[in-house]
């Protein structure tokens, strides 16, 4: 498998005379047969900026840094799970990358191939199955039809400029669609995608949403969406704070929609740390429930989340809560090769989702800068691993738990699971 590395014009090659290797965390390893798939369709390479390509040099078996080049990652499209990281050496320490989550990709005989395995069905959310022409007609027609909408007004930049495909959804009338409510959050994320402070060094790749909508403009995008038995609608998007913050809104909303339909499923993506505020939410008429999480141990989610007066223990309650009303929950793992897959992070995670009740759990790749966040957490404690058997360790420790990417309706659990 032979490195892949750019050329200073951002020019992808490969160079037969090294080995393509890769990362776990901060150790550079050699990348496993069965570790690899072809790139999948819709994924992008991209050149990492400030960095030199490492390969192995086989007659030698040094590792080599290649001076002159840029390390190679892959962006991965939704329903694929990174295994490891792109091997690379910064040359300037102070730059951080972009927040994208970057994936060793090496060349075998027949064309790229990429450190990951597929947790999900990729169709869905193919970027290919959102036309540009379709998107824009429909973005326009939603537009007049509902011209004092300002949550519409901001959904159409999140679509047509950000390429979000759960907005674009919003606008197609199809699977899950958006409906953001809040401009504030109850923590300070490390690698919030949407806020970061003016020192961090990280440049956000959207803009929050900086208003409250009505309950009307609420209503109205959820009533548009919900068609179809199987379309969902979900508060917590990327481009606000943590919906339960703006609960009374939500809770109102919910109730409105619920009285005038029953079709699809209302859906919130949270933190969970406003056990009060999610138990009005769920006993509104709640039907799914994804939490956002990067680790079941308090001191690795504390460094993350930087929560504001809640705890996992809180999260953990907000979950059984939703749990035991019948709401099917998931997380949304964030995960990162060499930190997610410790020992001592498999284990409590499996505890975690035991007493929790969750259903499914869905691989995140983590969008970061490698060595900020390995510099932030805790350090191992145990050993490593691996991203493969760690997946494997949770199908067999966690036979009713499904493996996956996104948001699901009730349908593909008993397609699955058969109950």
């Not at 309650?317 to 929950?329: E, L, W």
């Not at 949304?332 to 759990?361: C, H, Q, W």
């Amino acid at each position: 498998m032979n490195l892949v590395y750019a050329d200073e014009n951002g020019q992808v090659f490969d160079d037969p005379d090294y080995i393509g290797l890769a990362r776990s965390a901060d150790m550079v390893v050699e990348i496993m047969e069965d570790e690899l798939i072809p790139l999948p369709e819709g994924a992008t390479l991209v050149s990492l900026p400030h960095t030199n390509a490492v390969g192995l040099n086989p007659e030698t078996g040094q590792m080599e840094r290649l001076e002159g080049t840029q390390a190679v990652g892959a962006l991965l499209p939704q329903g694929f799970t990174r295994l490891l990281i792109p091997s690379y050496v910064k040359t300037d320490k102070t730059q951080l990358f972009p927040l994208f989550g970057y994936t060793a990709v090496v060349w075998k005989e027949d064309g790229f191939y990429v450190a990951a395995r597929c947790t999900d069905d990729p169709e869905p959310w193919n970027p290919r199955n959102c036309d540009v022409n379709e998107l824009e007609l429909s973005v326009k027609r939603i537009r007049e039809e509902y011209p004092e909408n300002k949550l519409y007004e901001h959904l159409s930049n999140c679509a047509l400029e950000y390429e979000c495909l759960t907005a674009s959804n919003t606008f197609l009338n199809r699977w899950e669609g958006a409906v953001p409510v809040s401009y504030s959050c109850n923590a300070g994320c490390f690698g919030c995608i949407s806020e970061q402070p003016d020192d961090s060094g990280f440049p956000a790749p959207q803009t929050r949403m900086n208003f409250k909508p009505s309950q009307e403009d609420v209503v109205q995008v959820m009533m548009e969406h919900l068609r179809t038995p199987q379309s969902i609608i979900s508060f917590g998007q990327g481009c606000e704070g943590e919906p339960s913050t703006q609960a009374p809104l939500i809770i109102k909303a919910i109730k409105e929609v619920r009285q005038r339909t029953s079709q699809g499923f209302i859906n919130i993506n949270t933190n969970a740390g406003l056990t009060d505020h999610i138990r009005g939410i769920v006993d509104a008429g709640l039907d799914l429930m994804r939490v956002s999480t990067i680790s079941a141990l308090d001191d690795h989610y504390n460094a993350y989340y930087k929560p504001r007066a809640y705890n996992l223990k809180n999260v953990e309650k907000s979950i059984r809560y939703a749990t035991d009303q019948g709401v099917i929950t998931s997380i949304n793992y964030l995960i990162f090769p060499g930190v997610t897959d410790r020992e001592e992070e498999v284990e409590a995670m499996i505890e975690f989702v035991r007493r929790s009740g969750i259903k499914l759990i869905q691989m995140r790749n983590l969008n970061i800068d490698p060595e900020s966040y390995l510099n932030l957490i805790p350090k191992a404690r145990g050993e490593m691993i691996g991203m493969k058997q760690m997946m494997e360790i949770y199908a067999e420790e966690l036979p009713d738990v499904i493996m996956g990417s996104y948001t699901h309706t009730p349908d593909f659990f008993h397609k699955v699971t058969g109950k």
